[in-house]
T-cell receptor, first 111, second 114 residues
Framework: KQEVTQIPAALSVPEGENLVLNCSFTDSAIYNLQWFRQDPGKGLTSLLLIQSSQREQTSGRLNASLDKSSGRSTLYIAASQPGDSATYLC??????????FGAGTILRVKS | SAVISQKPSRDICQRGTSLTIQCQVDSQVTMMFWYRQQPGQSLTLIATANQGSEATYESGFVIDKFPISRPNLTFSTLTVSNMSPEDSSIYLCSFDRANTGELFFGEGSRLTVL
């Protein structure tokens, strides 16, 4: 059974810092990995999708990497801003649609 | 990009009652998914809803408790039946855009059962 772990569980940083969120998964036979953002009481916003054949994806200040063989992904956020404060969720899929989620990293960026 | 909307956005319900959540997508999608997010926890898949066939439920979820309808390619409903306080959660629908594997989510429906 696939298990997804996210470290750290919570993170508080001053504005402007670069930061790294970690995600690991137990079964490396994945189809893709997706990073989401969730604001309090809201739904999920898709940030980045990495197919199993890819090593990384970039969108603006966000960069996500994937090391499928070791079962790891990182989300790098450059020059963090208070508006980045949210819960970040990592999810993997074996079949291309059903997702197994990690518990998330709660990020707070202080101004 | 397709827009997905859910209603109600939130509701407070009495124990023993049932509530139906609606999910509307503004373009046709093959599969829709229903997830539950219990307080302080991450998301768990309840079931996959395909148009024209019965929903496929994940382990721990049954049709009698969570009946799902999928009458067409843009709409689905999830009913939470005979609710108890343990059903207090955010329920989210999602879809796979153009079979890319990238899932998009609605804003969620926050249910509180008293």
């Amino acid at each position: 059974k696939q298990e997804v772990t996210q470290i750290p569980a919570a993170l508080s940083v001053p504005e402007g810092e670069n930061l790294v969120l970690n995600c690991s998964f137990t079964d490396s036979a994945i189809y893709n990995l997706q990073w989401f953002r969730q604001d309090p009481g809201k739904g999920l916003t898709s940030l980045l999708l990495i197919q199993s054949s890819q090593r990384e994806q970039t969108s603006g200040r966000l960069n996500a990497s994937l090391d499928k063989s070791s079962g790891r992904s990182t989300l790098y956020i450059a020059a963090s801003q208070p508006g980045d404060s949210a819960t970040y969720l990592c999810a993997v899929s074996k079949t291309g649609n059903k997702l197994v989620f990690g518990a998330g990293t709660i990020l707070r960026v202080k101004s | 990009s397709a827009v997905i909307s859910q209603k109600p956005s939130r509701d407070i319900c009495q124990r023993g009652t049932s509530l139906t959540i609606q999910c509307q997508v503004d373009s046709q999608v093959t599969m829709m998914f229903w997830y539950r997010q219990q307080p302080g926890q991450s998301l768990t898949l309840i079931a996959t809803a395909n148009q024209g066939s019965e929903a496929t439920y994940e382990s721990g979820f049954v049709i009698d408790k969570f009946p799902i309808s999928r009458p067409n390619l843009t709409f689905s409903t999830l009913t939470v039946s005979n609710m108890s306080p343990e059903d207090s959660s955010i329920y989210l629908c999602s879809f796979d855009r153009a079979n890319t594997g990238e899932l998009f989510f609605g804003e969620g429906s926050r249910l509180t059962v008293l």
